[in-house]
Antibody
Framework: EVHLEESGGGLVQSGGSLRLSCEAS????????MCWVRQAPGKGLEWVANIKEDGSAKYYVDSLKGRFTISRDNSKSSLYLHMNSLRADDTALYYCVRDQGFHSFDMWGQGTMVTVSS | QSALTQPASVSGSPGQSIAISCTGTSSDVGGYNYVSWYQQHPGKAPKLMIY???NRPSGVSNRFSGSKSGNTASLTISGLQAEDEADYYCSSYTSSSTLEGVFGTGTTVFVL
């Protein structure tokens, strides 16, 4: 069974850092683009970043460039999101998502909550 | 990259058909046949309902269908059921130089 499980969320002070992790199982992780999508409480979905199958290409939403870094370790079937200089408006549920191709997101984890206190 | 535009809410009675629109530009919705739709129930992760404009993943009811005309894509739900009450989001591939992903603003479907 295909499964994505996020971890690493929590409460952090403004200006702090967190590293989110996502462990994948049930499919060949290294054959897919992967991405992070976030959803602030009561708000819509926001695409955050994605990474190519072999990690050679990474893209970010403009507003987050320089603060967030996406990475992956295919030997561990794991995806990561390093978040620095966190702000209150980064408070959201962060989903790990599999991209089956051309931004068609076919598998989602249950999300990990990040709360930034000011 | 601006969010794709969706109506805030759409409602219908059980058994009726409703359509949700998703308006973008020639750089995203209008330029590619890579529009997808997601259903999200409260407290749950989104679920892929339609991909590449018209394709349904295995297990998704054939009451859900997608289409596109110009810069606007649509999701139609026929034979509306109580379980269809949820939030729906569209997404599109984009030719933006940064290859950012983009979602729609979201539509809440109410079953009266």
């Amino acid at each position: 069974e295909v499964h994505l499980e996020e971890s690493g969320g929590g409460l952090v002070q403004s200006g702090g850092s967190l590293r989110l992790s996502c462990e994948a199982s049930g499919f060949t992780f290294g054959s897919y683009w992967m991405c992070w999508v976030r959803q602030a409480p009561g708000k819509g979905l926001e695409w955050v970043a994605n990474i190519k199958e072999d990690g050679s290409a990474k893209y970010y939403v403009d507003s987050l460039k320089g603060r967030f870094t996406i990475s992956r370790d295919n030997s561990k079937s794991s995806l990561y999101l390093h978040m620095n200089s966190l702000r209150a408006d980064d408070t959201a549920l962060y989903y790990c998502v599999r991209d089956q191709g051309f931004h068609s997101f076919d598998m989602w984890g249950q999300g990990t909550m990040v709360t930034v206190s000011s | 990259q601006s969010a794709l535009t969706q109506p805030a809410s759409v409602s219908g009675s059980p058994g009726q058909s409703i359509a949700i629109s998703c308006t973008g530009t020639s750089s995203d919705v209008g330029g590619y046949n890579y529009v997808s739709w997601y259903q999200q129930h409260p407290g749950k992760a989104p679920k892929l309902m339609i991909y590449e404009v018209t394709n349904r993943p295995s297990g998704v009811s054939n009451r859900f269908s997608g289409s596109k005309s110009g810069n606007t894509a649509s999701l139609t739900i026929s034979g509306l059921q109580a379980e269809d009450e949820a939030d729906y989001y569209c997404s599109s591939y984009t030719s933006s130089s940064t290859l950012e992903g983009v979602f729609g603003t979201g539509t809440t479907v109410f079953v009266l």
